[in-house]
């Protein structure tokens, strides 16, 4: 868990980025389901799962390393500016409230937990937020100091739902039905295998 501020830092900008190496070594297992599904599509699909799964293949690979270059949490003297694959949202200092630290698990409430780091406005609503999947704690630890605001450390919970309980404007719908995120996924990819399965079979 990232450890207590060390009070604000003045002058030039903290800019923080993702770490992919961090990412790479916490996400490979639950990404095998769907090379698996890919590789379905690849050497089951015919000739129209193959262009598909290339081209998914393709895209990942494109997209990621330019999230990686691209992504940041920049703090300077007057804003937080929180930097996507598409865009900058920008947020006054004066309107962050709090900060949140928090280990949650991997994938089930058993599983090896992470620690996350939220930023919250006033209100409760986030304004950024570290995962641990893509964030080392070092770089947490930096944004405690630099915000220098109160922050909450609560320990391992089991789960973002539990987290969700205490902030609901912190943790995403889809993180807290982790189910409903992996049927986004899955049910298209089995409908995709299924519909080019019918057409080469027909």
């Known amino acids: 868990?990232?450890?207590?501020?060390?009070?604000?830092?003045?002058?030039?900008?903290?800019?923080?980025?993702?770490?992919?190496?961090?990412?790479?070594?916490?996400?490979?297992?639950?990404?095998?389901p769907i090379l698996v599904l890919l590789a379905a599509l690849l050497f089951r699909g015919g000739g129209v799962g193959a262009v598909v799964s290339v081209m998914v293949i393709a895209l990942a690979s494109a997209i990621a390393p330019v999230y990686f270059r691209r992504a940041a949490v920049t703090v300077t003297p007057t804003e937080i500016a929180v930097t996507g694959l598409l865009r900058t949202r920008r947020t006054p200092r004066d309107a962050v409230g709090s900060i949140v630290a928090v280990a949650l698990p991997r994938t089930h409430k058993n599983s090896k937990s992470l620690a996350h780091l939220y930023v919250l406005g006033r209100g409760g609503r986030r304004i950024a937020r570290?995962?641990?999947?893509?964030?080392?704690?070092?770089?947490?630890?930096?944004?405690?100091?630099?915000?220098?605001?109160?922050?909450?450390?609560?320990?391992?919970?089991a789960s973002p739902r539990a987290l969700a309980r205490r902030y609901p404007h912190a943790v995403p719908l889809l993180e807290r039905y982790p189910v409903l995120a992996g049927a986004l996924v899955v049910v298209p990819s089995v409908a995709a295998i299924f519909l080019v399965s019918l057409e080469y079979s027909s």
Not at 1 to 27: F, H, I
Not at 132 to 153: H, P
């Open 1 to 32: 868990m990232p450890g207590p501020s060390r009070g604000p830092v003045s002058g030039a900008a903290l800019v923080l980025r993702p770490s992919l190496r961090r990412y790479l070594s916490t996400v490979k297992w639950s990404l095998l």
């Open 130 to 157: 570290l995962k641990g999947s893509r964030w080392v704690e070092d770089d947490m630890r930096r944004l405690i100091a630099a915000l220098g605001v109160e922050t909450t450390k609560l320990g391992r919970l």
